[in-house]
C-alpha cells in the first residue's frame, strides 16, 4: 500500500476547517493529462491556494491508474520546485464503487468519493459506511452525496435531478460517518446544465435548502458538484472555429461566489477546464493549419488554463492567499 503521506498529499480535515472559519472555499479541479495538470497546479501556487486534484472512474481508465498516481507525485515535486509550496489533496471524484476506493487508498488517494445517489437510501447509507469504514482506518477523508445531479460527466449520468432532502442529512451523517456532504441544489454536470431560451435567465441556486441543510447539520462540510460556469467566451470561440455547443449554460459566478460564505467549502470544476482547452486549441489549429507539433497547441490551451484558474481562485472561490 502506499501512504498518501509519503506522497506529500494531505487529506481535507484541515483544509476543509480553515475554509469554513475563513469563508472560501477549496477549489477541486479534475484533470485528465499533464497539460492540465500542470496548469492546475501552477495557478494554485501563483495564487497561493490549496487544492483538490479530482480524478474521476472516467480518467482513470483513459489515463491508467498507475500513471495517475505517478502524475499526482510528481505534480507535489513540480510544487517544490516553485516559490511556495500549498496544500493538496489527491482525490477519486464519484467513486462508485466499494473496490474502487479501496483501490485509490491503496495508491496514495488522500481523499475519496463514494457516490451511493443513484442507490436506494438504504443502500447509500450501508455502502457509504462500507468505504468510511476502511478509509477512516487509514486517515483518508470520505465525502458522500445526497440528491442526484443532472447531466452527463464522464461516467456519471442522470437525466433529472432530485434535490436533497433536509430531512436525510442528519440521519445520513450519523450511520455513515463521512467526513463531508455532496448535495443537490440545482448545479448540474456538463455544460449544459440548463434548459434556457435565449434571454431567458438562469435559475437561481436553491440556497433555501443549503440554508435548511446548514440549519440541520451546523459546521458540516458542504460540497457543490457540476459548478462549473460555461464560460460563454469558451462556447462563442468553440462555435467561432467550428464547434457546435449552442445553449450551453453554466452556474453564475455571483452564485458560487455567495454558496463560498456559507457551509459550501469545497466547489467541483471539471467542464470549464475542458472547454477552455478545446476552445483555444479550435482557435490556434483554425489559424495555424500547417501546425502539427502537439506543443505548439497545446502550449496556448495551458496558458489559459492557468488563467482560467487564477480566476476562480481568486474572484470566484475566494482561495488565494489562503495556503
Same mark, same amino acid.
Given at each position: 500500500?502506499?501512504?498518501?503521506?509519503?506522497?506529500?498529499?494531505?487529506?481535507?480535515?484541515?483544509?476543509?476547517?480553515?475554509?469554513?472559519?475563513?469563508?472560501?472555499?477549496?477549489?477541486?479541479?479534475?484533470?485528465?493529462?499533464?497539460?492540465?495538470? &500542470?496548469?492546475?497546479?501552477?495557478? +494554485?501556487?501563483?495564487?497561493?491556494?490549496?487544492?483538490?486534484? &479530482?480524478?474521476?472512474?472516467?480518467?482513470?481508465?483513459?489515463?491508467?491508474?498507475?500513471? %495517475?498516481?505517478?502524475?499526482?507525485?510528481?505534480?507535489?515535486?513540480?510544487?517544490?520546485?516553485?516559490?511556495?509550496?500549498?496544500?493538496?489533496?489527491?482525490?477519486?471524484?464519484?467513486?462508485?464503487?466499494?473496490?474502487? +476506493?479501496?483501490?485509490?487508498?491503496?495508491?496514495?488517494?488522500?481523499?475519496?468519493?463514494?457516490?451511493?445517489?443513484?442507490?436506494?437510501?438504504?443502500?447509500?447509507?450501508?455502502?457509504?459506511?462500507?468505504? @468510511?469504514?476502511?478509509?477512516?482506518?487509514?486517515?483518508?477523508?470520505?465525502?458522500?452525496?445526497?440528491?442526484?445531479?443532472?447531466?452527463?460527466?464522464?461516467?456519471?449520468?442522470?437525466?433529472?435531478?432530485?434535490?436533497?432532502?433536509?430531512?436525510? @442529512?442528519?440521519?445520513?451523517?450519523?450511520?455513515?460517518?463521512?467526513?463531508?456532504? #455532496?448535495?443537490?441544489?440545482?448545479?448540474?454536470?456538463?455544460?449544459?446544465?440548463?434548459?434556457?431560451?435565449?434571454?431567458?435567465?438562469?435559475?437561481?441556486?436553491?440556497?433555501?435548502?443549503?440554508?435548511?441543510?446548514?440549519?440541520?447539520?451546523?459546521?458540516?462540510?458542504?460540497?457543490?458538484?457540476?459548478?462549473?460556469?460555461?464560460?460563454?467566451?469558451?462556447?462563442?470561440?468553440?462555435?467561432?472555429?467550428?464547434?457546435?455547443?449552442?445553449?450551453?449554460?453554466?452556474?453564475?459566478?455571483?452564485? %458560487?461566489?455567495?454558496?463560498?460564505?456559507? #457551509?459550501? +467549502?469545497?466547489?467541483?470544476?471539471?467542464?470549464?477546464?475542458?472547454? #477552455?482547452?478545446?476552445?483555444?486549441?479550435?482557435?490556434?489549429?483554425?489559424?495555424?493549419?500547417?501546425?502539427?507539433?502537439?506543443?505548439?497547441?497545446?502550449?496556448?490551451?495551458?496558458?489559459?488554463?492557468?488563467?482560467?484558474?487564477?480566476?476562480?481562485?481568486?474572484?470566484?472561490?475566494?482561495?488565494?492567499?489562503?495556503?
Amino acid at each position: 500500500m502506499v501512504s498518501y503521506k509519503d506522497l506529500g498529499f494531505v487529506n481535507t480535515k484541515e483544509m476543509f476547517a480553515k475554509a469554513m472559519t475563513e469563508g472560501y472555499a477549496i477549489p477541486a479541479y479534475n484533470f485528465n493529462n499533464m497539460e492540465q495538470l &500542470q496548469a492546475i497546479i501552477t495557478a +494554485c501556487v501563483e495564487t497561493a491556494s490549496p487544492v483538490i486534484l &479530482q480524478i474521476s472512474s472516467g480518467a482513470r481508465k483513459y489515463a491508467n491508474q498507475t500513471m %495517475l498516481q505517478y502524475m499526482g507525485q510528481g505534480a507535489i515535486e513540480m510544487m517544490k520546485t516553485m516559490e511556495r509550496t500549498v496544500p493538496i489533496a489527491l482525490h477519486l471524484d464519484h467513486g462508485n464503487s466499494y473496490e474502487l +476506493c479501496v483501490s485509490c487508498i491503496e495508491s496514495g488517494f488522500s481523499s475519496v468519493m463514494i457516490d451511493g445517489s443513484a442507490l436506494s437510501y438504504e443502500e447509500n447509507v450501508a455502502l457509504t459506511k462500507k468505504v @468510511v469504514d476502511y478509509a477512516h482506518q487509514h486517515d483518508i477523508t470520505v465525502e458522500g452525496e445526497l440528491g442526484v445531479l443532472a447531466g452527463i460527466e464522464d461516467d456519471v449520468s442522470a437525466e433529472k435531478s432530485h434535490y436533497t432532502n433536509p430531512d436525510d @442529512v442528519e440521519d445520513f451523517l450519523n450511520k455513515t460517518g463521512v467526513d463531508s456532504l #455532496a448535495i443537490s441544489i440545482g448545479t448540474s454536470h456538463g455544460a449544459y446544465k440548463f434548459k434556457v431560451k435565449p434571454g431567458e435567465s438562469i435559475p437561481p441556486l436553491r440556497f433555501d435548502i443549503l440554508e435548511e441543510i446548514e440549519k440541520r447539520i451546523p459546521g458540516f462540510p458542504i460540497v457543490l458538484h457540476g459548478s462549473s460556469s460555461v464560460v460563454p467566451e469558451y462556447i462563442e470561440l468553440i462555435n467561432k472555429y467550428g464547434g457546435d455547443m449552442k445553449g450551453a449554460a453554466g452556474v453564475p459566478e455571483e452564485q %458560487l461566489r455567495k454558496a463560498t460564505k456559507s #457551509a459550501v +467549502c469545497k466547489i467541483n470544476i471539471d467542464s470549464d477546464g475542458r472547454l #477552455a482547452m478545446t476552445a483555444k486549441i479550435r482557435e490556434f489549429l483554425a489559424n495555424n493549419p500547417s501546425v502539427f507539433d502537439p506543443r505548439k497547441y497545446l502550449g496556448p490551451a495551458r496558458t489559459e488554463l492557468i488563467e482560467m484558474y487564477k480566476h476562480k481562485n481568486i474572484h470566484v472561490l475566494g482561495s488565494a492567499g489562503k495556503a
